[in-house]
């Protein structure tokens, strides 16, 4: 085994399972939190926000081909929620505790985009450098020539519904429901 399929082994089964479930385990201190009382709603658009930002690189390398441009666009949209995860912090300090566990958490989410991004760099050198002028930059979008494994693709994407995008719409409906005064008719009685 070479030091590139280490590389993409690295990322496609620690990485990117780690990730989500860090995003689960932040889920679960929001909820142990109960932030529908303190920060509510505009955290939950938030969190989904980030959830958004993050989807977007993930996907592309899902299934385009590593180009320059695709590189660009996952270093854009790392910013971009680095920036929104300031702006959470920033938003949900004023108006809760954020335990330990949670910081620590936060941790983790910020770290794994960034890993998971050096390693596609460090798979894709030349089309990063191309970036700075070493090499003529590709800017194209286009399908994978050789896809990943569909049986992967598929419980990455099952994974990503259970773990991130159901449970963080559980929670801002959770939190618009405490706002409209309908928290009491939940079947758990929180």
Same mark, same amino acid.
């Given at each position: 085994?070479?030091?590139?399929?280490?590389?993409?082994?690295?990322?496609?089964?620690?990485?990117?399972?780690?990730?989500?479930?860090?995003? $689960? *385990?932040?889920?679960?201190?929001?909820?142990?939190?109960?932030?529908?009382?303190?920060?509510?709603?505009?955290?939950?658009?938030?969190?989904?926000?980030?959830?958004?930002?993050?989807?977007?690189?993930?996907?592309?390398?899902? $299934?385009?081909?590593?180009? @320059?441009?695709?590189?660009?666009?996952?270093?854009?949209?790392?910013?971009?929620?680095?920036?929104?995860?300031?702006?959470?912090?920033?938003? *949900? @300090?004023?108006?809760?505790?954020?335990?330990?566990?949670?910081?620590?958490?936060?941790?983790?989410?910020?770290?794994?985009?960034?890993?998971?991004?050096?390693?596609?760099?460090?798979?894709?050198?030349?089309? $990063?450098?191309?970036?700075?002028? $070493?090499?003529?930059?590709?800017?194209?979008?286009?399908?994978?020539?050789?896809?990943?494994?569909?049986?992967?693709?598929?419980?990455?994407?099952?994974?990503?519904?259970?773990?991130?995008?159901?449970?963080?719409?559980?929670?801002?409906?959770?939190?618009?429901?405490?706002?409209?005064?309908?928290?009491?008719?939940?079947?758990?009685? @929180?």
């Amino acid at each position: 085994m070479g030091p590139d399929e280490v590389l993409r082994g690295m990322l496609m089964y620690f990485v990117l399972p780690l990730w989500l479930a860090a995003g $689960f *385990a932040d889920y679960l201190c929001h909820r142990a939190a109960h932030i529908e009382k303190t920060s509510g709603w505009k955290e939950s658009i938030l969190h989904l926000l980030q959830f958004a930002e993050m989807a977007v690189p993930v996907l592309a390398a899902l $299934f385009f081909e590593i180009t @320059s441009g695709v590189i660009l666009l996952m270093i854009a949209f790392l910013i971009l929620h680095e920036a929104t995860a300031i702006w959470d912090v920033r938003y *949900a @300090s004023a108006m809760r505790e954020i335990l330990p566990a949670e910081q620590h958490v936060h941790s983790v989410l910020e770290m794994l985009p960034l890993t998971g991004l050096l390693l596609v760099i460090a798979l894709h050198w030349s089309a $990063f450098t191309a970036l700075f002028g $070493f090499g003529m930059p590709v800017f194209s979008f286009t399908l994978k020539q050789h896809p990943l494994p569909i049986p992967y693709i598929v419980t990455m994407l099952v994974l990503t519904a259970l773990l991130e995008v159901l449970p963080y719409m559980e929670e801002l409906i959770r939190g618009l429901h405490h706002r409209t005064g309908r928290h009491g008719n939940s079947p758990c009685g @929180s």
